[in-house]
């Protein structure tokens, strides 16, 4: 590379930290000025049956509701079969700073749950196939299998950096930030190993998808 090239490099990569720190600071003003996007449908309207066990609405008290912030939930808890399910779809009709989704991945560790596996994993909808995070966790001698997602504007996601990213970038461009944090919790016990909780909980995943999307805005 001659004197001229390597000049124009050097240039130009100092402008780098300041095109991504003006980017940056664009996006996360754009997060201040959402609108407020209503469910097309209410959340309760998702079946009560999903993979073929029948469920029952549970309450979330609402100091955990107020320091969740979510608009909307729905919390349910499918006792048929060999071991217990929960499924949880909170929906936020928009995010600004300081009222974001929470991710899982921080707070399961403080209510005393570590993640002993973590992986993405594929599961088939009528929607696509779509990927989402699959924890197996343990909180003393009780262990848990849990799948996680977030769902909205038009999509699934599991990373958390692709959710962020998205987030800021629809924030600025579109002025939507509404999304839905999905989660489906497994319970194992000595009647169902970890290969039928992942069946489980893919069969659930199944259905939930779907019917999360119908009452999403479109």
């Not at 980017?23 to 959402?34: E, F, H, I």
Request: hydrophobic residues 40%; proline residues 6%.
């Amino acid at each position: 590379m001659d004197d001229r090239k390597e000049s124009r490099v050097i240039e130009m990569t100092r402008w780098i930290p300041a095109f991504l720190l003006g980017t940056g600071c664009l996006l996360t003003l754009g997060v201040d000025r959402q609108r407020n996007m209503p469910l097309a449908e209410p959340l309760d309207s998702i079946p009560m049956t999903l993979g073929g066990r029948a469920g029952r609405e549970l309450d979330i008290p609402e100091n955990e509701r107020v320091a969740a912030g979510m608009t909307s939930y729905v919390f349910r808890v499918f006792e048929e079969g060999p071991s217990p399910i929960s499924v949880y779809v909170g929906y936020y009709d928009h995010q600004t700073q300081g009222k974001t989704i929470h991710s899982p991945k921080n707070c399961l560790p403080g209510s005393g749950w570590e993640a002993l596996e973590a992986a993405p994993i594929a599961v088939t909808t009528t929607n696509g196939p779509v990927t989402v995070n699959q924890y197996l966790l343990q909180n003393k001698d009780q262990q848990a299998l849990v799948f996680y997602w977030y769902q909205g504007r038009g999509r699934v996601a599991a990373s958390e950096y692709q959710v962020k990213w998205e987030l800021l970038r629809d924030a600025a461009l579109r002025g939507r930030s509404e999304e839905a944090l999905v989660r489906i919790v497994v319970f194992l016990n000595d009647k169902v190993t970890e290969s039928q909780a992942v069946d489980q909980a893919r069969r659930v995943a199944a259905d939930l998808v779907p019917a999360v999307f119908r009452s999403l805005p479109a």
